[in-house]
């Protein structure tokens, strides 16, 4: 397990379609964060798990997202009826709880695009 | 008010030059500050932690004043391959980012 892993690093899909990505984590993490950027943005905060609870949702996470992690290993987001302002790169990270001065290590990336 | 503010730039500068870049944060109770550097279409990657005593690595140098709630990155000695955006992130409890200040170093 070298790093945090994600797919599909590309996506395009149709409006009003259900889209899910996954992440896989360092294998000793034990908290996973979501976080979607847009262009000329810094990476914004979703939503973040510690083992399989969701400790925190953002209010950008609006009804049309959910995620989980069920077995506190990997995670999925669903995006479901996709708009267009949802393309966006999603990135997922993932540390140790507890570990606050070791910053995030992050996973390549799922670019949406909404056509 | 964002909750981390750096000027976008982009910043241009020559091989060789110095380049600073200043971010202020708007939560006192943040616990650990970085500095991360983004690639154009890649992650972003964590170039360095900072902290109040100031910290250097190699042509970098970090600085916090938390007084002022202010962070600073020095780069000396600029190369090509410094081009990239920079990231000043706070920790409250999760990574908050700023937007990103951009540098373009030209031959």
């Known amino acids: 397990d070298t790093g945090v892993s994600q797919d599909p690093r590309h996506k395009i899909t149709k409006r009003g379609q259900n889209v899910t990505f996954r992440c896989d984590p360092i294998?000793?993490?034990?908290?996973l964060y979501w976080y979607r950027q847009t262009l000329g943005q810094g990476p914004e905060f979703l939503t973040y798990?510690?083992?399989?609870?969701?400790?925190?949702k953002s209010r950008l996470l609006s009804d049309r997202f959910s995620a989980e992690r069920p077995k506190g290993s990997f995670s999925t987001l669903e995006i479901q009826r996709t708009e267009q302002g949802d393309s966006a790169m999603y990135l997922c990270a993932s540390s140790l709880a507890g570990d606050s001065f070791e910053g995030y290590t992050f996973g390549s990336g799922t670019r949406l695009t909404v056509v | 008010r964002k909750e981390v503010e750096q000027d976008p730039g982009p910043f241009n500068v020559p091989e060789g030059a110095t380049v600073a870049f200043n971010c202020t944060y708007s939560?006192?109770?943040?616990?650990?500050f970085f500095w991360y550097r983004q690639d154009c279409r890649k992650e972003p990657k964590l170039l360095m932690s900072?902290?109040?005593s100031g910290n250097e690595d190699g042509r970098f140098t970090a600085q916090l004043n938390r007084a002022s709630q202010y962070i600073s990155l020095l780069i000396r000695d600029s190369k090509l391959s410094d081009s990239a955006t920079y990231l000043c992130v706070v920790n409250t409890d999760k990574l908050i980012f700023g937007t990103g200040t951009r540098l373009q170093v030209f031959p």
């Open positions: 294998s000793e993490h034990n908290r």
């Open positions: 939560n006192s109770a943040s616990q650990s």
């Open positions: 900072v902290y109040s």
């Open positions: 798990f510690q083992n399989e609870a969701q400790l925190e």
